[in-house]
């Protein structure tokens, strides 16, 4: 990729907008371009996993930029981000949302045959399960792996992007670290307060 992952969450989110994450697996392969982000600033942020410092759960975040951290929300659901700045000090972006590009038939049949289009990749856990995600990719290197991968899309204009309050958050939930695409189907509906089932 030429963005620069070894930069702060908040700088990296807009521009992983467009970026395009390929997972390619026996069953198929499957590619989503990302249309939702969230800024995770680590010890700097109260909502972040890392905010209370390194855990058996959390090393990968404190690891190399570009890795994947990979984890179980509520046991219910994988969540996916991409580790962001310089090593030993923890943030990433979660992956909130995107939009199938290739293998939707194989993301609709992980998904369920009624899934509509634009809600095959909405929501953090649903964005894993389209791609076939799991604990076991969890600090997968995006950047050098030949299965799960993260490559530059078509770019994304400026006047597209949108920035507001994380979703569902208790904590530093009105920090402008949610980036998305104005008008954008695939995006998920803002709720402030909702239930949170992925945080980083």
């Known amino acids: 990729m030429n963005?620069?992952?070894?930069?702060?969450?908040?700088?990296v989110a807009p521009d992983l907008l467009g970026a395009v994450l390929?997972?390619?697996?026996?069953?198929?392969?499957?590619?989503?371009?990302i249309t939702e982000t969230e800024a995770y600033s680590g010890a700097a942020d109260p909502a972040s996993h890392a905010y209370r410092g390194r855990t058996p759960r959390t090393a990968v975040m404190f690891g190399p930029a570009g890795h994947l951290y990979v984890y179980r929300s509520h046991g219910l659901h994988w969540c996916a981000n991409v580790v962001t700045g310089v090593d030993g000090i923890a943030s990433a972006v979660?992956?909130?949302?995107?939009r199938v590009l290739e293998g939707e038939d194989l993301a609709r049949e992980r998904r369920g045959d009624k899934v509509?289009?634009?809600?095959?990749?909405?929501?953090?856990?649903?964005f894993c399960q389209a791609l076939g995600i799991t604990a076991q990719h969890n600090g997968t290197d995006l950047l050098s792996d030949a299965s799960l991968a993260l490559t530059e899309?078509?770019?994304?204009?400026?006047?597209?992007?949108?920035?507001?309050p994380r979703v569902g958050v208790s904590k530093a939930h009105d920090w402008q670290h949610r980036f998305y695409l104005a008008g954008d189907p695939?995006?998920?509906?803002y709720r402030a307060h909702a239930p949170r089932r992925c945080s980083t």
């Open 3 to 11: 963005v620069s992952l070894a930069r702060p969450a908040e700088e």
């Open 22 to 33: 390929t997972h390619a697996t026996p069953e198929g392969t499957v590619s989503i371009t």
């Open 94 to 98: 979660l992956i909130r949302a995107g």
């Open 116 to 126: 509509e289009g634009p809600r095959l990749a909405r929501g953090p856990g649903n």
């Open 153 to 164: 899309g078509e770019p994304v204009p400026a006047a597209l992007v949108r920035a507001g």
């Open 186 to 189: 695939t995006v998920s509906p």
